[in-house]
Nanobody, 118 residues
Framework: VQLQASGGGLVQTGGSLRLSCAAS????????IGWFRQAPGKEREGVAC????????YYGDFVKGRFTISSDNAKNTVYLQMNSLKPEDTAVYYC????????????WGQGTQVTVSS
């Protein structure tokens, strides 16, 4: 199983980024894919998750309509569109697979850094 996260970068407050998580080595449709983030000195927190089989999505409370998770079956890729970014969104963002509907995560990709300047 391989997960390749990309799309991070430096953006100003209020800006947008789209993160990508390219997956390979497993049956994509059987898994959910989630995004997590971890800021320096803070615990990792769940950002969003999508269940590939039926399209259900879940979001962390702090997202509040600013982020959207989606998937492209043909490309085996999950995206995280992040709008109205705030400095507190600064973190390393990771994607991970879940074989039980966003409850427990099995495989993790490397992170991509998102930095939001004030």
């Amino acid at each position: 199983v391989q997960l390749q996260a990309s799309g991070g970068g430096l953006v100003q407050t209020g800006g947008s980024l789209r993160l990508s998580c390219a997956a390979s080595g497993f049956t994509f449709d059987d898994y959910a894919i989630g995004w997590f983030r971890q800021a320096p000195g803070k615990e990792r927190e769940g950002v969003a998750c999508i269940v590939r089989s039926d399209g259900r999505t879940y979001y962390g409370d702090f997202v509040k309509g600013r982020f959207t998770i989606s998937s492209d079956n043909a490309k085996n890729t999950v995206y995280l569109q992040m709008n109205s970014l705030k400095p507190e969104d600064t973190a390393v963002y990771y994607c991970a697979t879940s074989s039980n509907y966003c409850q427990v995560y099995d495989y993790w990709g490397q992170g991509t850094q998102v930095t939001v300047s004030s």
